[in-house]
């Protein structure tokens, strides 16, 4: 987990600031009351800040925009917050006040290492609605689910984009027939509302310019994770495998956790239910159990499933029925269930949940 660093003079601010990173797993390592008092354990502990966060407000007394320039290059990162009224530090965004809000800039930073003072990258609006898929454990059916919801989407006339970004397992070229390249830098169109990407470790980096500008040429934009399992580590986590999993969390209007009913299924939903219960994220939390049993038996996996994850008090919580035949033939032909079986069970209850999105 990352070390931060408070300087920051009034008790409620940094109390706040200092408090929720610390709940979240975070060390604060040193609460500074002035100038000097920061100068000195700098000063005392240079060789040990190469993965500091420094987070200053302007009300700090004896600080300055040149200390702040001069101190910043001790430090791995730095943000500064408005704290007060002074015009020197005018450009500084206002501490924020909602816990998901700070926790969400600070992953950022660990994200995108850089100075920032100005307005981020969660303040600019975007026309797309952002889906992102996450697998409770493996072999839930999250790549399916998402491929088949983006077609869905794009159906009712909607610009969709499928972005793969399943780093252990990317499949969603394979699945739909595709090939792709490490030079490829553009989404490429598979039907007449859907395009599909896949983030490579080459584009990774630009994981925020890349979702920008998604979010600005298309209607939605489904994003397959693959597992979200140790989902706190990842969100603190700087390899590039972990990028678009805390954009996610951050960015996207809607995370939702696929996971099945079967007694591994079940295991590892409560582990990763835990975890987002003790972590705070911006996007909207939803949950769908995959393969449900018919009959009676499929009533008593949905009651439970509804009592897991009623905790996180989720945005929505849906099922989908067993239906193995279905997927197989989509799988064999190389095409989503609308093309092959839109009759179908498991067709039907993606429909409704594209209907349920897109209201």
């Known amino acids: 987990m990352p070390v931060v660093i408070t300087a920051i003079a009034r008790t409620d601010i940094e109390g ?21 008092s920061l100068e000195t354990f700098v000063r005392n502990n240079s060789s040990d800040l190469g993965s500091t966060l420094l987070i200053y407000g302007s009300d700090l007394p004896g600080i300055s925009k040149e200390k702040v320039q001069q101190i910043s290059t001790q430090f791995s990162q730095v943000i500064g917050f408005a704290t007060n009224t002074d015009e020197n530090f005018s450009q500084l965004n206002q501490a924020p006040v909602i816990a998901a809000d700070l926790v969400s800039l600070v992953r950022g930073l660990v994200r995108t290492p850089m100075l920032r003072e100005m307005s981020h990258v969660s303040n600019l609006p975007r026309r797309a ?57 553009l989404w490429k169109k598979v039907a007449p509302n859907l395009s599909i990407f896949e983030i490579t470790q080459a584009q990774a980096a630009e994981t925020d310019e890349l979702m920008m500008r998604a979010g600005k040429e298309f209607d939605y934009v489904v994003i397959d994770l693959g597992s979200i399992a140790g989902l706190s580590n990842r969100l603190t986590d700087r390899r590039w495998t972990s990028t678009t999993t805390t954009w996610s969390c951050d960015l996207a209007d809607q995370l939702i956790v696929i996971s099945r009913p079967d007694l591994l299924g079940v295991s590892r939903l409560q582990k990763v239910i835990e975890l987002l219960a003790q972590t705070s994220i911006k996007a909207k939390l939803s949950f769908v159990m995959n393969m449900k049993t018919s009959g009676k038996k499929g009533e008593v996996e949905l009651a439970k499933f509804m009592a897991m994850t009623s905790p996180v008090k989720p945005m929505r919580v849906k099922s989908i029925n067993k239906d193995s035949r279905a997927m197989l033939a989509a799988q064999d032909e190389r095409a989503t269930l609308i093309e092959t079986n839109e009759r179908s069970t498991v067709r039907k209850s993606i429909a409704e949940l594209a209907s349920e999105l897109s209201s």
């Not at 600031?17 to 709940?23: D, E, G, K």
């Not at 399916?144 to 009712?156: D, F, G, H, K, T």
């Open 16 to 36: 706040f600031i200092a408090s929720t990173l610390f709940a979240q797993g975070w060390s604060v390592t040193f609460r500074a009351i002035d100038w000097e």
């Open 129 to 185: 609605k952002v889906f992102a898929l996450g697998s409770a454990g493996t072999h839930t059916g999250c790549t399916s689910i998402a491929m088949n919801l983006a077609m869905e989407l794009s159906v009712q006339g909607k610009t969709t984009l499928l972005i793969d970004a399943n780093f252990r397992a990317p499949s969603v070229f394979e699945l739909l027939s595709m090939r792709n390249t490490e030079s490829d830098l």
